[in-house]
């Protein structure tokens, strides 16, 4: 059933879960981003999201909500109520019961559910409990937003790789660095602070040696809040002083390598074998394996070209200022897909998103 027993206003409904969703990002990965509310009456009477990974599903914590709401009549809400959550309920135990089994208990007769869930202990199984309960179901509502809110997770489950990130600073005439490889700052402080959000909200960070020799970035969350991401770098013969901030102990950090595998507190060295072939393609799977759901790429230039070349990313995110250098390191290119521009202090955000050929 598609969403042709409802009417546009509904809508709002499932716009609600998708705000709700959001509010997970950076603290439920590897699970989806999942936002729930329930409607009673034409009102929102209980709402809630997956907070945690690990943690009370959406369904759940809306259906608590209701009952917190309503602690004197919450059955009766509920039996007259319609459900809508952007990813199918699952129908599985995991790390919680199933949510399913839980709409089933309160006899909610309507479920509406933005995107099936391809995850294969789920994929219509959540559905197809609820239809053999009695409950009638509306699929696919809104379903390309509900799609994009989870495209790490589907990338993810039908792709076995992280969601890819490329993400540069160029000037206004093309060029990522300057000629002799030096630091210089392209963009302005706003585009920094949203920089630092993003890594918030991703799993990991990826740069290759000469980025992290030359610029000896920290690759932390400094200038807004949440969690630290996972740092990575390239680094095929371990030349990478121990000196560097990325070695520093301070969070997570994987050194992708030709050599060895190893621990050392908080450093995680990865050989890769035969290094120099299908390089992307292994780290890519090898943290699809640790559960990273998502990477960003910030450079440097070759490593960009590296998974470019590989045909390797789904999405760009390409600040340009209004600088003129003149000469330089040429900025990456990428065929365009889908493009989205914003205005981020004085310079452009371009957001590229792939086009399969």
Known sequence: MTRNNLIAPEVKYMTRCFELAELGMGSVSPNPLVGSVVVHNGKIAGEGYHQQYGKAHAEVNAINDVIRRYPNNFEEILRQSAIYVNLEPCSHFGKTPPCSDLIIKYGIPHVVIGSPDPFDSVNGKGI??????????????????????????????????????????????????????????????????????????????????TTAVSDNPQLNVRQWFGRDPVRIVID?????PLSSNLLDQSQSTIVFNAHKTAYNGLIKYLEIENFDHYLPQMIAYQLYILDIQSVIIEGGAATLDLFIKADLWDEARIFISDQHWGQGLNAPTLRVGKEEVFTIGKDRLHILFHTNP
């Open 236 to 240: 095929k013969n371990l030349e990478l």
């Open 128 to 209: 197809l409990k609820l239809r053999n309960a009695g409950i009638t179901v509306t699929e696919n509502f809104c379903l390309e937003q509900s799609n994009f809110i989870n495209r790490r997770f589907f990338t993810r489950i039908t792709k076995q790789r992280p969601y890819i990130i490329l993400k540069w600073a160029q000037t206004a005439d093309g060029y990522f660095a300057p000629a002799d490889r030096s630091q210089k700052w392209i963009t302005g402080p706003e585009a920094k602070v949203l920089t630092h959000k993003w890594r918030t909200e991703e799993d990991a960070i990826l740069v290759g040696k």
